[in-house]
């Protein structure tokens, strides 16, 4: 597995930013919260002990309770890389994340986001 330097980043550091890119376009921290659930597993608590804790990006997609089999639907460019050919698992992950907060921002709706019928 490669070594990117994101791995090591504390997720309570990026979260804000997703939060932010969620708000500026009128959506809520709940339903990042809600992405977040779907595509990881982790409840309010736990996440919240995610933040308090500084858990790296890495430990937080390799110990997630539950990576929703439903994620490998999610699909397209991100940073100019196509998802799918991403060998890497936790960059895929962390891309499928980025994915799932550009289709919330965008206005997408919740149905679709979280690929439900």
């Known amino acids: 597995m490669a070594n ?6 504390s997720f309570a550091k990026v979260y804000p930013a997703y939060i932010a890119k969620a708000e500026k376009k009128g959506r809520t921290r709940a339903e990042v919260d809600t992405v977040i659930h779907w595509l990881t597993g982790y409840d309010r608590d736990a996440l919240s002990d995610v933040l308090e804790q500084g858990t790296d990006i890495e430990t937080f997609f390799t110990k997630a309770p539950a990576l929703n089999p439903a994620r490998t639907l999610v699909t397209g460019v991100i940073c100019g890389v196509r998802i799918e050919e991403i060998e890497d698992d936790i960059m ?19 149905e679709k986001i979280l690929r439900t019928a």
Not at 4 to 9: E, G, K, L, N, V
């Open 92 to 110: 895929r992950e962390v891309r499928y994340l980025d994915k799932l907060v550009d289709e919330l921002a965008k206005g997408r709706p919740m």
């Open 4 to 9: 990117h330097r994101i791995y090591a980043m």
